[in-house]
């Protein structure tokens, strides 16, 4: 297999032409937030980042299938921004499919109920497991193995341990499930950090972990994207462009963000990817 790097450059590829179409096709099993980005990078990195590696074979052909169980992707975003999403994927080339339930993955494809497509490449985006020190802990666990935790985000009949992040099944004071994500899983340690010292010092507990949820994002490609924070909703160049703000925002010491900013500012300009080939044994 060849290998793919980030960085540096190299001539052009001399890949054999192949008759075999899963070499170049692509499967991502997931249609949230997390599956329409790599949909959505990979057709870019077809489409432009690769169009002009290869002697023989035309990268931007390459078969891009975003395979979701529900009726729609980006469940957790409204409808208009959702359907904006596919009409996006589907004019870079992305074929979403939509109640299409995965029941197997092996090494030559994907199997669907009632279907099958062949491919080299799955890429799963439809949630992750909880890590085998979570699923041995005592007590209950969801079906991904997390821990059911109490409203302070315990281990029950375990105060003094506590379970954050992709490992705990937790719950806000509303009843809403904490969904697995980095801005949950921060505010879950600052949530224990402040039980902890409230102990030590022998304050009172503070109420139970509540979620606050910012807001959804997803970049669908160049100059591309679908931005939810309460009543606000965009969808295009302008969500794109806070998206992007956002994200250097949150970087941390200013120099960081200059450079960011003015790297990827390089990149959407020139059409430039660090999207290269090794060949060789």
């Given at each position: 297999?060849r290998?793919?790097?980030?960085?540096g450059?190299?001539?052009?590829?001399?890949?054999?032409n192949?008759?075999?179409p899963a070499?170049?096709?692509?499967?991502?099993v997931?249609g949230?937030p997390?599956?329409v980005e790599?949909?959505?990078?990979?057709?870019?990195?077809?489409?432009?980042?690769l169009?002009?590696e290869f002697?023989?074979?035309?990268?931007a052909?390459?078969?891009?299938?975003l395979?979701?169980a529900?009726?729609r992707i980006l469940?957790?975003?409204?409808?208009r921004l959702?359907?904006d999403?596919?009409?996006?994927l589907?004019r870079?080339g992305?074929?979403?499919?939509?109640?299409a339930r995965?029941?197997?993955i092996?090494?030559?494809?994907?199997?669907?109920d009632?279907?099958r497509?062949?491919?080299s490449t799955?890429?799963?985006a439809?949630g992750v497991?909880?890590a085998a020190l979570?699923?041995?802990?005592?007590?209950?666990?969801?079906?991904?193995?997390?821990?059911?935790?109490?409203?302070?985000?315990?281990?029950?009949g375990?105060?003094?341990?506590?379970?954050i992040?992709?490992g705990a099944?937790a719950s806000?004071?509303?009843?809403?499930?904490?969904?697995?994500i980095?801005p949950a899983?921060?505010?879950?340690?600052?949530?224990?950090?402040s039980?902890i010292a409230?102990?030590l010092s022998g304050?009172?507990p503070?109420?139970?972990?509540g979620?606050r949820h910012?807001?959804?994002?997803?970049?669908?490609?160049r100059?591309?994207a679908v931005?939810?924070l309460g009543p606000?909703?965009?969808?295009?160049l302008?969500?794109?462009l806070f998206?992007?703000?956002?994200?250097?925002y949150?970087?941390?010491g200013?120099?960081?963000?200059?450079?960011?900013a003015l790297?990827w500012l390089?990149?959407y300009?020139?059409?430039?990817?660090?999207?290269?080939?090794?060949?060789?044994?």
């Amino acid at each position: 297999m060849r290998s793919i790097s980030a960085g540096g450059s190299c001539r052009r590829s001399s890949a054999p032409n192949s008759p075999d179409p899963a070499l170049t096709t692509f499967v991502v099993v997931g249609g949230g937030p997390t599956g329409v980005e790599l949909a959505g990078a990979i057709a870019e990195i077809a489409r432009d980042a690769l169009k002009s590696e290869f002697r023989h074979i035309e990268p931007a052909a390459s078969r891009i299938v975003l395979v979701e169980a529900g009726p729609r992707i980006l469940p957790t975003f409204p409808d208009r921004l959702a359907a904006d999403a596919a009409r996006r994927l589907a004019r870079y080339g992305v074929e979403v499919m939509t109640g299409a339930r995965v029941v197997d993955i092996d090494a030559a494809g994907v199997t669907l109920d009632g279907s099958r497509i062949d491919a080299s490449t799955v890429l799963w985006a439809a949630g992750v497991r909880a890590a085998a020190l979570v699923s041995g802990l005592p007590g209950d666990h969801d079906r991904a193995g997390r821990a059911l935790v109490g409203a302070d985000l315990s281990l029950p009949g375990f105060p003094d341990v506590f379970v954050i992040g992709d490992g705990a099944a937790a719950s806000s004071a509303d009843g809403a499930a904490v969904p697995g994500i980095a801005p949950a899983a921060k505010q879950m340690g600052a949530y224990v950090g402040s039980v902890i010292a409230r102990r030590l010092s022998g304050r009172p507990p503070p109420p139970p972990f509540g979620y606050r949820h910012a807001g959804d994002l997803a970049t669908i490609g160049r100059g591309a994207a679908v931005v939810r924070l309460g009543p606000l909703q965009l969808t295009g160049l302008p969500g794109w462009l806070f998206w992007g703000f956002i994200h250097v925002y949150f970087l941390i010491g200013l120099r960081a963000r200059f450079f960011v900013a003015l790297d990827w500012l390089w990149s959407y300009v020139t059409y430039h990817r660090g999207a290269r080939l090794i060949t060789g044994a």
